[in-house]
């Protein structure tokens, strides 16, 4: 079975900290992927990475920034909080890009 | 416009009842893939199905059946005999080429 975990299920922060969501996947795939999702807007992508190193910005890359320096790993990075920020973010990893994507549990982000 | 639309944002159905989720796509490609995932309150959203574009042949799998039809752009998934456990959100998407489109999901409540 595919797995993706998520280091925090629940964190509250507050505005203007920094924030590091942690993800790692153990079925060697290429491509990870973070989204955020919020009530009425459904998954929107915020950045994904298709090798180590490598990253492309999704739909909503604005105040986040990313890291893959290892492939089982990618984090999601807020450089400086917001309470717009507050949601939840799930991870999530496949094998090829347009495969089926697998998801880790959610982060859920309160930011005060 | 919306790639991947589900028009039914909210659904509660009595326990044992049958329920059918829409599921209407839209792409040029010839080849893409078709997907259903389910999210319950937990937040975790587990892959269901993953049908290409070259077949068209419904799928069974115990209480859950889909059915893929091009000729109308749909993937509709159907739930026989509802249980509680089936209250979620159930998510279906597209993928064409390395682009993957989530719809806006459909809130899905199972009443004992």
């Known amino acids: 079975d595919v797995k993706v975990t998520q280091s925090s299920r629940y964190l509250v922060k507050r505005t203007g900290e920094k924030v590091f969501l942690e993800c790692v996947q153990d079925?060697?795939?290429?491509?990870m992927f973070w989204y955020r999702q919020d009530p009425g807007l459904g998954l929107r992508l915020i950045y994904f990475s298709y090798d180590v190193k490598m990253k492309e910005k999704g739909d909503i890359p604005e105040g986040y920034s990313v890291s893959r320096e290892k492939k089982e790993r990618f984090s999601l990075i807020l450089e400086s909080a917001s309470t717009n920020q507050t949601s939840m973010y799930l991870c999530a990893s496949s094998p090829t890009l347009g495969n089926t994507i697998y998801f880790g549990e959610g982060s859920w982000l309160t930011v005060v | 416009a919306q790639k991947v639309t589900q028009a039914q944002t909210e659904i509660s159905v009595v326990e044992k009842e049958d329920v059918t989720l829409d599921c209407v796509y839209e792409t040029r490609d010839t080849t893409y893939y078709l997907f259903w995932y389910k999210q319950p309150p937990s937040g975790e959203l587990v892959f269901l199905i993953r049908?290409?574009?070259?077949?068209?042949q419904n799928e069974i799998s115990g209480r859950y059946s889909w059915n893929f039809q091009k000729s109308t752009s749909s993937f509709n998934f159907t739930i026989t005999a509802s249980q509680v456990v089936d209250s979620a959100v159930y998510f279906c998407?597209?993928?064409?080429?390395?682009?993957?489109?989530f719809g806006t999901g459909t809130s899905l409540t199972v009443i004992p």
């Open positions: 079925m060697d795939h290429e491509n």
């Open positions: 049908r290409n574009s070259f077949d068209e």
């Open positions: 998407a597209l993928s064409e080429g390395f682009q993957f489109y």
